[in-house]
């Protein structure tokens, strides 16, 4: 009976999230209900509203707005105007990505292993 309770509750958790696969697409997320979202396709424009808890572009030439505790972003030529991050990563090359500040941390945690990305951090 446990096992069957434990194995619910993963597939709820797993079904809350927001993937998009498909190029082209425009989203919308309400990060009150799906609190993660990644992004697999090109040419797509996702907006948050509230703060989710992670973001992951693998795809290119996305368009991110809105806050998120963890942004990782692994594809290329996206862009990300974040009202607010406490880890980010960005692996991709040619990525541009500013940022206010952190979402609940202190300070925003920023890695950047990818080649010829801009991270700003607005004033």
Do not use: F, R
């Amino acid at each position: 009976m446990k096992l069957l309770v434990a194995l619910v509750a993963l597939t709820s958790i797993a079904s809350a999230d927001v993937s998009i696969m498909d190029n082209d697409q425009t989203v919308a997320v309400d990060c009150a209900k799906d609190k993660q979202v990644s992004v697999i396709g090109n040419h797509a424009t996702v907006t948050l509203t509230g703060t989710c808890t992670k973001v992951q572009i693998s795809g290119n030439n996305a368009t991110l707005l809105g806050a998120a505790t963890t942004v990782w972003i692994a594809g290329n030529q996206n862009t990300a105007t974040l009202s607010g991050v406490d880890t980010l990563v960005v692996a991709g090359n040619e990525n541009t990505v500013s940022y206010k500040g952190p979402v609940t941390a202190k300070k925003t945690k920023v890695s950047a292993p990818g080649n010829k990305n801009a991270i700003t951090k607005q004033k």
